[in-house]
Every structure is written in structure tokens, then in C-alpha cells.
């Protein structure tokens, strides 16, 4: 199989949303890059904004590949971004939140005694073992009609703790202390995001979803704990994150029994 080749990034200062403006040309290989987003998109058809110049919109298209392991592609994002952090000039350290949220360390206070007791509205920061995390990147895949998948990567590169949309949220500068990032560091991370997510397509457009499963397994955050899953449907399961299916779901154990999650908002119960 003939390795994915990205073509030159359009990159630009502003546009609505990346996703929509590949989507209307969903060449494979295509990279579309703002620095803002006045209309970007989240998963369930949420919608975000950023500071101008805090952040930075990825969307890149995908060739067709085997439906069976389409539901792996988001995760596959989640993991390139995670790799990037970690291999960058500037490194730091990162992990996934099921199904696609990558999580850096806190380093700082925000938030440690807030919780549900506190504020029933507000999700407490995700603690495991013993450290505390915060998203610093989300992940949106969509199919063409053309059946290219078309994977959005959203990053808070610059973002300022006042600047964050929310006290469960960080940024590539605070996670590396609260400096700028230098000149060139974004660059540096598309590069080696979109190094790892051709990797990782190649696998998965033979049919394989087992590199991708393996890093999964090494870099997840969520399997192992115990969560609560919002559906779709309005309703909630809680239990422990034990596996995930052949899809790409996730898979509780509770007091149901096992139940399968292809889609939902997860939370981390706090350890007692």
C-alpha cells in the first residue's frame, strides 16, 4: 500500500472552521491550518471560539478506508497529537481521554478543591494516579460524501490561564511552565502530527487497527478507571473502563454488566 503524502498545509490566519473548508474539497491528502477559528466545531455539533492567535486548527483529509475500522481514526488522531507533544523541541508530557481528548499536566492549582460538591455544573479536573490533568487538544472526524475522512485537531498552543474557556482546559504554554511557545513551534508540531497520523492511516487502510489499539492501550488515560458516560441519548452508565471493542468503543463493566459506548461524553470519577 502506497504511503499517504500530505500536500503543502494551506495555512491562514482566521477562517470559520477547517473542518468546513476541507469539506468542500476533501482532496486526500489535503491539510487546511488556521491559527483562529471564529466558528469551529466540536463533537456533537458543539461550537468553540478561541483568542485570536491562541490556537491552532488542523484539518486533514484521509483516503477512504475499510468502515470496520473507521472508528479508529479519532483515536489515532488523539495518540499523533500526544506523539508530537512528546517528541517536539519543546516537550511535554500527554496522555488520551477516551474517545480523543488529549490531556497534559496541570501545573498549577486550578480547580483542585472544585468538584461536583462544590459546583454541581462544573466537571472536576481529571486526577490519575496521582497527577492532574487538563485538555489541551480535542479531535472532530467527519466523512465526506466522497468517503475521505476529513480529521479535525484542535490545540491551545498560547492560550494564558485567563484566556482558557474552561478550569478543566491548559495550553501547550502552561503545560511547558507559562512562557510563549518560540517561533516555529507550531510548524514543528503539525510536521510530527501529521508524520504519525500518515503511520497511523497506513495500518488502518490495509485493515489493520492493531498499531493503533497498542498505543492506545499504552497512552489512554480513561481504561482502568472507573467513569461515568454521558450518551448521546441523554442518559448516563457508570463503571470501569476495561478494554476497548474491535470498533474502537469503549467497554464499562458495572453494575449492568459489560456495555458497549461507540459515542458519549466521558468523566472521570474522582478516586475515594
Known sequence: ?????WATPEWHPSLPSTNTRALADPRPGRVVVADHQS??????ERRWESPPGTGMAISAVLPPLPVEVVGWVPLAAGLSVVAA????????????KWPNDVLVPLRDDRSRDDGPDDNPTQVPVLEHRGVRWG???GVLAQVAPTGAVVVGIGV??????????VPTATSWRLARGGAPLPDGAREDLLTSVLAH???FHDALGAGDP???RTAYLAESLTLGSVVVVHRPDGGTTQGRAVGLDPSGALVLEGLQGRTVHHAGDVEH????
Open 156 to 165: 491551545n498552543v498560547d492560550h494564558t490561564l485567563e484566556q482558557l474557556p
Open 210 to 212: 492493531g498499531p493503533v
Open 269 to 272: 470519577l474522582r478516586p475515594q
Open 197 to 199: 497520523l500518515a503511520t
Open 39 to 44: 466558528a469551529g466545531q466540536g463533537r456533537r
Open 85 to 96: 507533544l512528546r517528541d517536539s523541541r519543546w516537550p511535554v508530557d500527554a496522555g488520551v
Open 1 to 5: 500500500m502506497t504511503t499517504l503524502r
Open 135 to 137: 485538555k489541551v487538544a
